[in-house]
């Protein structure tokens, strides 16, 4: 029997440090601070995060709620060491979502998971987190990190986000979606967050560094490839408001042969120009590189249109204006046309 006593252990020893996630918290509380909007009602540090419905303006409300990640985007992020924008990616993808049912985005809770906690790098991608939250009208009222050693590799992590937004009672889309309604398509700000392993693969074909000049930019490989994903909820909360918009695909994994059959009823299909507007270099390189063909490049990647709306004819005209206004490229792809199969089908070219 041996009778030495065992030395005492500690969460610190075990790969869990504390004091570090406290001061991560200390950190992010001002950037979480500035993104409060009517009926935030808690800030960071309790149990939970309080809402107010009515203090945001809703007399009747529909909760509506998304999740979603980032995907192999990350890979690059981590590779690279460039943190700043990857946390407004883990918005937009949640909240570009929620906007297509007709909600407007209320409030954003992030998941980050981690082997070690580096508190610098973990407040970089908070940061940008409150930065997508103020550029789509939510509040960061919460979050979870976890110090998991044993399950991350040194100096990766995984991010996952949850939006909640809510709309009047009655006002959900797609709603109204006819034969004959015309397809805008906001133009995207490059790949976004969808299709990274496919976009990871074809670098590693093409022989390129992540530091090396993008072959389609003027900047290096991997600061094009980390564009983040556009914003597009206050643009098209805006346009639904002006009246005529029946429906919102967020264009995401799918691409336009995937997510616009989404938005149709039972009968009906969509036709798109594809010389309405002109392919994004990025995506011009990566089906050169990969030797892509179209139908590959339109159900894999966004191909140049991140948001599409479906909206009457008679209003296209206006909400193209107003959209503009707002800052968007906005592009007159397509229109709703009778089809029994529901299918998606294009005309023109890309490549």
């Known amino acids: 029997m ?18 570090a996630g406290n001061a991560l918290v200390d950190r992010i509380k001002p950037a979480a601070k500035a993104t409060a909007r009517p009926g935030v009602m808690s800030g960071l540090g309790g149990f939970g995060a309080l809402f107010d419905l009515k203090g945001a303006g809703y007399s009747d409300p529909v909760l509506v709620a998304a999740t979603d990640g980032v995907g192999t985007k990350l890979r690059i992020a981590i590779d690279t060491g460039h943190f700043d924008t990857i946390g407004i990616d883990l918005v937009a993808m949640c909240v570009n979502d929620l906007v297509c049912q007709g909600a407007e985005p209320l409030f954003f809770l992030d998941y980050f998971a981690t082997g070690k906690l580096e508190v610098e790098a973990a407040a970089t991608i908070i940061e940008g987190i409150a930065k997508g939250c103020s550029g789509s009208g939510c509040a960061l009222i919460g979050g979870e990190t976890a110090e998991m050693p044993g399950m991350y590799d040194a100096g990766d992590f995984d991010l996952a986000g949850f939006a909640v937004g809510a709309m009047e009672r009655g006002a959900d889309l797609p709603a109204g979606v006819t034969a004959g309604d015309v397809v805008l398509g ?67 994994g799918g691409g336009l042969t995937e997510n616009l059959p989404r938005v149709l009823p039972e009968g009906l299909g969509i036709a798109i120009d594809l010389d309405a507007w002109d392919l994004p270099p990025v995506f011009a390189w990566l089906a050169a590189e990969g030797g892509l ?5 339109l159900k894999t990647f966004n191909a140049g249109i991140g948001m599409a709306l479906v909206v009457a004819a008679d209003r296209a005209e206006a909400l193209t204006e107003a959209l503009r206004a707002a800052g968007e490229t906005v592009h007159v792809i397509g229109k709703v046309q009778a089809d029994a199969a529901g299918a998606v089908t294009y005309s023109g070219t890309l490549l």
């Open 186 to 252: 906001l133009a995207s700000d490059g790949v976004h967050s969808n299709g990274y392993s496919l976009v990871r693969r074809v670098v590693e074909r093409s022989g390129l560094g992540w530091a090396d000049p993008a072959p389609f930019a003027e900047t290096s490989l991997g600061a094009a490839l980390l564009t983040p994903t556009r914003l597009y909820v206050k643009p098209a909360l805006a346009a639904v408001a002006a009246g005529g918009v029946h429906a919102l695909a967020h264009i995401t």
């Open 2 to 19: 041996n009778d030495t006593p065992k030395t005492g252990l500690t969460y610190a020893e075990a790969g869990v440090d504390i004091d």
């Open 293 to 297: 063909d179209e139908a590959e490049l």
